[in-house]
């Protein structure tokens, strides 16, 4: 008993000098000082892996990161330093493609109503730089977190995305990969994706690209089929099995019954969405259709009581209908509140999660 409490008192204590060593704006690193008159540090920010980032910024994009924390208990997981690369000479600053106003800009990186001027009006980020999109969270960044959400500005005029300076055309599609009505062409129409390039849809924010963000909207506008050489009418590679991965009643063959999922290949389940592909995604939700055999669900997707893609619990069943495990004898032995098996506190600690190794014992 005495051990537990002096384990207790000991993460107390420890959560009170690491919050010591962290500041309220979430800056960190040696330019920015905690309470303790130390380099800053982060804390976790769920649900993924936290780190400072380049950029001085507690995140999470960890890849020049040396210690990365993993979890809310402080744990942290060393990343292994990249070999010696040959020397390479420096990086000539960018180029000043973009009219800039410095007086716009904050040294600390924040923008928008978060990071007023001190005339109160919103900052904004520097074009010129590697920073140049404003976060729905008032952070200066180049991501797809900062660029691409409803309330994230850009401060790349969008039409001179080329070295250039210009938007070339060729026939309906611009250089800039932007479509849509919001980009139209001379005529007052909207620009338009190439249905045979790798980024063939339109998405709702004006931006051709692949996958379910471009493609599966309501707004959404997939220009494969208008490019296909048989107009309207799918690919089929196989009996009820079409060629660009569709499926279901929504995504019907030649003859109008729902397309299927090759059994035998890589991309067995039909989703919700209409998608075949691996995993829970595609093959556990109530919509969802796999299209392999009993035996072939058998061997690839089980170890005996356990999944072979981590997942666990009542959510994710066995072929009898009770619910999954965990590997007791792996290293990912727990059970999470979220389905996942794993070994952290978080798959192990929490209230609902489950160790498989006491069973055991």
């Known amino acids: 008993m005495k051990g537990l409490w002096a384990l207790i008192l000991w993460l107390s204590l420890e959560a ?20 303790d008159n130390r380099p800053a540090e982060c804390q976790y920010i769920e649900p993924y892996p936290t780190c400072c980032m380049g950029n001085n910024h507690c995140g999470w994009i960890c890849d020049d990161a040396l210690t990365v924390l993993v979890s809310n208990s402080g744990a942290t997981q060393r990343l292994e330093p990249a070999p010696a690369a040959a020397p390479v000479t420096a990086r000539p600053p960018p180029q000043q493609n973009f009219v800039s106003d410095p007086t716009r800009y904050r040294a600390d990186g924040q923008c928008g109503v978060f990071g007023p001027l001190p005339d109160g009006s919103p900052a904004e980020c520097d074009p010129n730089s590697e920073y140049f999109c404003c976060s729905q969270h008032g952070f200066c960044g180049g991501t797809q977190e900062h660029c691409f959400c409803d309330t994230c500005d850009n401060y790349r005029p969008l039409s001179l995305t080329n070295v250039d300076g210009k ?24 620009s338009e994706c190439l249905g045979t390039s790798p980024n063939y849809c339109c998405s709702k924010f004006g931006f051709c690209g692949p996958g379910p963000d471009h493609c599966d909207c309501p707004e959404c506008l997939d220009y494969r089929r208008s490019s296909s050489a048989e107009g309207d009418q799918p690919v089929v590679v196989n009996e009820k099995i079409r060629g660009d991965r569709r499926c279901g009643s929504e995504f019907p063959l030649p003859d109008g019954s729902p397309s299927e999922c090759n059994g035998n290949g890589p991309n067995h389940c039909c989703s919700k969405w209409g998608f075949c592909g691996p995993g829970s995604d595609h093959c556990d939700c109530p919509e969802c259709k796999d299209f392999r055999s009993k035996s072939q669900r058998l061997t690839e997707d089980f170890n005996g009581k356990a999944r072979n893609d981590r997942r666990c619990g009542p959510e994710f069943p066995l072929p009898d209908g009770k619910p999954s495990q965990c590997d007791a004898e792996s290293a990912n032995f727990c059970c999470s509140k979220w389905g996942f098996c794993g070994a952290d506190p978080e798959h192990c600690d929490c209230p609902t999660c489950f160790n498989y190794k006491l069973l055991g014992k």
Not at 19 to 31: K, L, N, P
């Open 16 to 35: 009170v000098a690491r919050a010591q060593r962290t500041r309220e704006d979430g800056r960190c690193g040696a330019d920015f000082l905690a309470i």
């Open 167 to 190: 938007v070339s055309l060729t026939g309906t599609v611009r250089s800039d990969r932007r479509c849509g009505k919001d980009f139209p062409l001379a005529d007052g129409s909207g």
